[in-house]
């Protein structure tokens, strides 16, 4: 993994939130809202051999983000709320999953994070029974032994990483659960939301209504339509029911 800062920043002892690029994009749905409303600032350009070729206008319409040129993979960072976020913007070259999770856990283990936040989608189609009387929507699955103090999701239950078979379409996240047990001193946990392909706008801001109970990124009066919609998902024009 090639890294790029763009302002030299120690990442020691915060907490990073990324996307495993999964069904239904949650988690890159869920960083554009974040990163729309933050304002967090651009701190490095992350760069992979496997990952695909892209390039881009900003998506997020904001005064610190305006006018910056997007690329495939890029970090930002809250010096005073030691916050990380990475975007990634495009899948991984196919058969190339492994050797890039592999590449990718090793990188946050040298950069010293206190707490890494893997967001997900995932088939619900594949849920068990109990999870559909509940129902469980929402779970988490821890993906190492942490015996310090963890992150704890408010009324989310947690998983056990061997219930990976119900965990469909979900990504690298295996991948990632495989090589995260040599990060050690790091609490790697992943937040899965069980959802069907659609506009998931929904999922992904009550996605960030959980984090900001979690982590605290922003201080609301009320959750209600406090988060900042993503100029990327502006003016989107309707389906064309006449194609099917």
């Not at 994009?25 to 892209?54: A, C, E, K, Y």
């Not at 010096?79 to 492994?98: F, H, L, W």
Request: proline share 4%; net charge negative; hydrophobic share 40%.
């Amino acid at each position: 993994m090639d890294y790029t800062p763009i302002i030299e920043t120690d990442f020691t002892g915060s907490t990073l939130i990324l996307p495993a690029i999964s069904h239904a994009n949650l988690g890159q749905l869920t960083i554009d809202i974040l990163l729309s409303t933050t304002q967090m600032p651009r701190v490095g350009i992350l760069d992979h051999p496997f990952l695909l070729s892209f390039v881009g206008n900003d998506c997020t319409e904001t005064e610190k983000l305006k006018g910056q040129m997007v690329t495939p993979m890029e970090i930002h960072h809250d010096t005073e709320k030691k916050i990380s976020i990475i975007q990634q913007r495009v899948p991984i070259m196919s058969q190339r999953g492994k050797i890039f999770s592999k590449d990718f856990m090793e990188w946050i283990g040298s950069m010293n994070f206190a707490k890494v936040i893997i967001l997900t989608g995932a088939n619900a189609s594949f849920r068990l029974d109990n999870m559909i009387k509940t129902p469980k929507q929402i779970v988490c699955m821890r993906l190492n032994e942490f015996e310090n103090e963890k992150i704890v999701f408010e009324n989310i239950d947690e998983i056990d990483p061997k219930e990976f078979e119900i965990v469909k379409n979900s990504g690298l996240l295996k991948h990632y659960y495989n090589f995260v047990k040599e990060a050690k001193g790091i609490e790697f946990v992943s937040l899965i939301f069980f959802l069907f392909e659609g506009k998931n706008i929904i999922e992904s801001t009550t996605c960030c209504n959980i984090l900001n109970k979690t982590i605290q990124f922003m201080k609301f009066e009320n959750e209600n339509n406090n988060w900042k919609i993503p100029l990327s998902w502006k003016d989107q024009k309707p389906i064309d029911l006449s194609m099917y």
